[in-house]
């Protein structure tokens, strides 16, 4: 993970071609915890659950995505509430997954685990 958090999300363009399952794999390895799914459209995407004591840690961790979201020009789905958050990332502009959807991965990762 550590050469993830090393490296800042690019910005992507359409046209740009979206990881293949081999390639989500091999990074897959690389972020803790993420599953990968895909949706109605047979698009890849990252998913992970994280539980917290109460709103307002759930809250403040959800602050947290934000700010490093923002950083990183890479903006996930959040859903939250009392005791839980839940993040979807994927590279809209591609509709699927690139380098940069487990570059944020890994971060979200780091803030929670400190």
């Not at 799914?37 to 994280?50: G, I, M, S, V």
């Not at 700010?67 to 958050?85: C, L, M, N, Q, V």
Request: charged share 30%.
């Amino acid at each position: 993970m550590n050469d993830l958090l090393k490296k800042k999300c690019v910005p992507c363009e359409g046209g740009a071609i979206p990881f293949d399952i081999s390639e989500i794999h091999k990074y897959q390895k690389k972020v803790d915890g993420w599953d990968v799914l895909e949706n109605d459209k047979q698009n890849f995407f990252l998913e992970k659950n994280f539980k917290f004591k109460n709103f307002i840690e759930s809250q403040n961790f959800i602050n947290q995505v934000g700010r490093i979201s923002e950083e990183e020009g890479h903006h996930p789905d959040i859903t939250f509430g009392w005791g839980y958050a839940k993040i979807h990332i994927s590279t809209h502009a591609i509709e699927g997954l690139s380098e940069n959807d487990f570059i944020l991965a890994a971060k979200i990762d780091k803030i929670f685990n400190v």
